[in-house]
T-cell receptor, first 115, second 115 residues
């Protein structure tokens, strides 16, 4: 149980393109979803927290207009990287949690490469 | 502030036990987690322990928690080559602003298993 599916697994696109990443909880309802960014050989950096039906809460230093998060249902959250540039290239990972305090379950991540 | 620290590398021989250590600073942590990350993949939840417990065992995995010293360890018995990965320690703390429990991760310990 507790499977989180993240798509696409890899994206390569030109500078200026907007990219949407989907995160789905397949077998449970996720009241909260989280978006992380991971640089090579580093830990995960929390970008934002989203609760279903509410606006996302962004961490300090994360541009909300750059990284648009939508959590429209209890099983789906999306992260859109708008007008992506090479410095946005990274590994993006989502996670989902059921009720408050339950463990976060992670997707397999999306490798984003901006040329 | 929140800070989770763990050693960066550990090398063990196949069949031996591995012990990965972690220290954290926030005494209000509710749960402490161990996640495993294989190359190019997301994080897999291995096990977790509630902050009022001292020990938890799950098959080859044993978690020890010393709350007084804020020290957490993960012991993997009979380590196999398939256990080679990066292991992240994380503490869960309530973020009242976001209305959710958030994870603070260590930088990860790379476990290398020598055949």
């Amino acid at each position: 149980g507790a499977v989180v599916s993240q798509h696409p697994s890899r994206v390569i696109c030109k500078s200026g393109t907007s990219v949407k990443i989907e995160c789905r909880s397949l077998d449970f309802q996720a009241t909260t979803m989280f978006w992380y960014r991971q640089f090579p050989k580093q830990s995960l950096m929390l970008m934002a927290t989203s609760n279903e039906g509410s606006k996302a809460t962004y961490e300090q230093g994360v541009e909300k207009d750059k990284f648009l998060i939508n959590h429209a249902s209890l099983t789906l959250s999306t992260l859109t990287v708008t007008s992506a540039h090479p410095e946005d290239s990274s590994f993006y990972i989502c996670s989902a949690s059921g009720a408050a305090g339950e463990p976060q379950h992670f997707g397999d991540g999306t490798r984003l490469s901006i040329l | 502030g929140e800070d989770v620290e763990q050693s960066l590398f550990l090398s063990v021989r196949e069949g031996d036990s591995s012990v990965i250590n972690c220290t954290y600073t926030d005494s209000s942590s509710t749960y402490l987690y161990w996640y495993k990350q294989e190359p190019g993949a997301g994080l897999q939840l291995l096990t977790y322990i509630f902050s009022n417990m001292d020990m938890k065992q799950d098959q080859r995995l044993t978690v020890l928690l010393n709350k007084k010293d804020k020290h957490l360890s993960l012991r993997i018995a009979d380590t196999q080559t398939g256990d080679s990965a990066i292991y992240f320690c994380a503490e869960s703390i309530l973020d009242s602003g976001a209305g959710s429990y958030q994870l603070t991760f260590g930088k990860g310990t790379k476990l290398s298993v020598i055949p």
